[in-house]
């Protein structure tokens, strides 16, 4: 049967974030830019039909005053209480983190590019993925603390890349990027011009074929939507 997913396009202006997870979710896919205000319908509402749940990055952080974060939040909170699949990356992550009672905090630098990760645990979301394995970051912030019951799946030295709450997810790396996103957010940084260079010049083919693998966090959220089986109606 075909699934329908949600994507919930948390970025500011024109971005491959969309792009990026509709390509990479062999599913039929709806894009919510909440960012311009396109809320998605409510769980309970007669306009639901969806599956599962996606979350994409953002330029902002999510503990800014927006509005549109601050509705974002409440409709999450309905979804998750009904028990729906949802998986965030890197803000995605983040803000499932901060909605469901966790901490992210500033982390005063990037952590940008290719990056080493390591799983913790068993956990079918990292199914066919390596205990060490790569893939891009981009972020300032970061989860300091994982909302209260919530499982811990993957660290780096930075910290929590990977968590496990319910039927939530949350991913701090960017599995659905390619090379061309990769280059164009590391353009993109009000960094030194050393810090980026030093960052393009780490986005190889091997970086790049390394980081790959990450990808089975589609199929894998996938497949759990497949067989998932609500424990609660909202």
């Not at 500033?106 to 990292?126: K, W």
Request: proline share 5%; glycine share 6%.
């Amino acid at each position: 049967m075909d699934q329908r997913i949600a994507v919930i396009d948390a970025s500011l202006g024109d971005t491959p974030a969309a792009e990026n997870l509709q390509r990479e979710l062999d599913a039929t896919v709806s894009v919510f830019k909440v960012s311009e205000e396109e809320m998605p319908p409510s769980v309970s509402s007669a306009d639901w039909n969806f599956d599962g749940v996606v979350i994409s990055g953002s330029q902002t952080s999510v503990y800014d005053d927006r509005d549109w974060i601050h509705d974002l939040t409440d409709w999450f909170r309905r979804v998750h209480e009904a028990d729906v699949p949802v998986l965030g990356i890197c803000w995605g992550h983040q803000f499932i983190a901060q909605a469901l009672g966790g901490r992210v905090v500033d982390m005063l630098e990037y952590e940008l590019g290719y990056e080493s990760i390591t799983r913790v645990g068993e956990e079918p979301l990292f199914e066919g993925v390596p205990e060490e394995f790569v893939s891009f970051e981009t972020h300032s912030d970061r989860v300091a603390e994982v909302p209260p019951g919530a499982t811990t799946l993957a660290r780096n030295d930075v910290g929590v890349q990977a968590f496990r709450l319910g039927s939530a997810y949350g991913v701090q790396f960017h599995p659905e990027y390619d090379r061309q996103t990769a280059v164009w957010v590391t353009e993109g940084k009000a960094l030194p011009d050393e810090r980026i260079q030093s960052v393009l010049d780490g986005i190889t083919d091997e970086t790049v074929e390394a980081a790959r693998v990450s990808k089975r966090v589609f199929d894998n959220f996938r497949s759990m939507v497949a067989t998932h089986q609500p424990t609660r109606r909202v």
